[in-house]
């Protein structure tokens, strides 16, 4: 597709429950994003990628929070022992990384609710 | 540390007339701002960008903004407001090389008045 991918757009988990959010970015774009969305808020950054090298996880909440993105292209968000509190829309962004490039392509994004 | 400060949280205009969103942000360096829009269950939209040059930036779907350094503000503008205008705006300030990360406000709800 010719845009940001992210499945499933919605999941349901119990509390306790480990789960695994997927982004397909945009063919070809270095630069991958994460960001963790409240509701009625605007979206806050969690872990940046440039191909497989994650180099920034400063906004990652806790050691619950893992990401990944093995060979460069497809990334995966993981949550172990889900919390209520970890309920929003997880947003992946991606951006071809190029000098002076800043525009990111976001997905529509996966809404988590823990019950 | 880098933030964004949009203090309407929700704005209601009536179709056809002016629009400004209100926009502020702290940061040390010259910043790489942005406005981006969310419409009900889609992916945010880069409406405009700014980093260096003109501070009046023209944008897709008639939004233009402008940079004031002295104030620390990028409040984005459009003349004549269309009811598929209405959803939520996001003001964002690039971090880091290259906008490595971006810092994102709290959001301004944009309703249209028929």
């Known amino acids: 597709g010719a845009g940001v991918s992210q499945s499933p757009r919605y999941k349901v988990a119990k509390r306790g429950q480990d789960v695994a959010l997927r982004c397909d970015p945009i063919?070809?774009?270095?630069?991958l994003f994460w960001y963790q969305q409240a509701l009625g808020q605007g979206p806050e950054f969690l872990t940046y990628?440039?191909?497989?090298?994650?180099?920034?996880k400063s906004g990652l909440p806790s050691d619950r929070f893992f990401a990944e993105r093995p060979e460069g292209s497809v990334s995966t968000l993981k949550i172990q022992r889900t919390q209520q509190e970890d309920s929003a829309v997880y947003l992946c962004?991606?951006?071809?990384?190029?000098?002076?490039?800043?525009?990111?392509?976001f997905g529509q994004g996966t809404r988590l609710t823990v019950v | 540390a880098q933030s964004v400060t949009q203090p309407d949280i929700h704005i209601t205009v009536s179709e056809g007339a002016s629009l400004e969103l209100r926009c502020n942000y702290s940061?040390?360096?010259?910043?790489?701002l942005f406005w981006y829009v969310q419409s009900p269950g889609q992916g945010l939209q880069l409406l405009l960008k700014?980093?260096?040059?003109?501070?009046l930036v023209q944008g897709i779907k008639g939004f233009e903004a402008e940079f004031k350094r002295s104030q620390s503000s990028f409040n984005l503008r459009k003349p004549s407001v269309h009811w598929s205008d209405a959803a939520e705006y996001f003001c964002?300030?690039?971090?880091?090389?290259?906008?490595?990360?971006?810092?994102f406000g709290s959001g301004t709800r944009l309703s249209i008045r028929p």
């Open positions: 962004a991606s951006r071809t990384g190029g000098a002076g490039d800043t525009e990111a392509f």
């Open positions: 063919s070809g774009h270095v630069s």
């Open positions: 990628f440039q191909n497989e090298a994650q180099l920034d």
């Open positions: 940061y040390g360096a010259t910043p790489y």
């Open positions: 700014y980093f260096s040059g003109d501070t």
């Open positions: 964002a300030v690039g971090a880091g090389s290259s906008a490595s990360k971006i810092i």
